[in-house]
């Protein structure tokens, strides 16, 4: 799997207020635009950074988002 980014974990009860806001898009739809590509995608363990140890990461509550392979 190939990773892509760190996110804010999806899971977590104040994951939709840590996502930022578009002047064109509600809350929710940015929300729902969110958890529509992570349906695609593999959550796990964080990546290092060269800002950020994994260790880091976990403690702030981030996840890992990998592109799944294509079959």
């Known amino acids: 799997m190939k990773w892509l980014t760190n996110v804010y974990d999806p899971g977590r009860k104040d994951a939709r207020n840590r996502l930022a806001i578009s002047l064109d898009q509600s809350r929710d739809e940015v929300w729902q635009n969110h958890l529509k590509w992570l349906s ?32």
């Open 40 to 71: 695609k995608c593999h959550i796990a363990e964080p990546q290092a950074t060269g800002f950020y140890t994994v260790g880091q990461l976990k403690n702030m509550h981030m996840v890992g988002v990998y592109r799944l392979p294509t079959e």
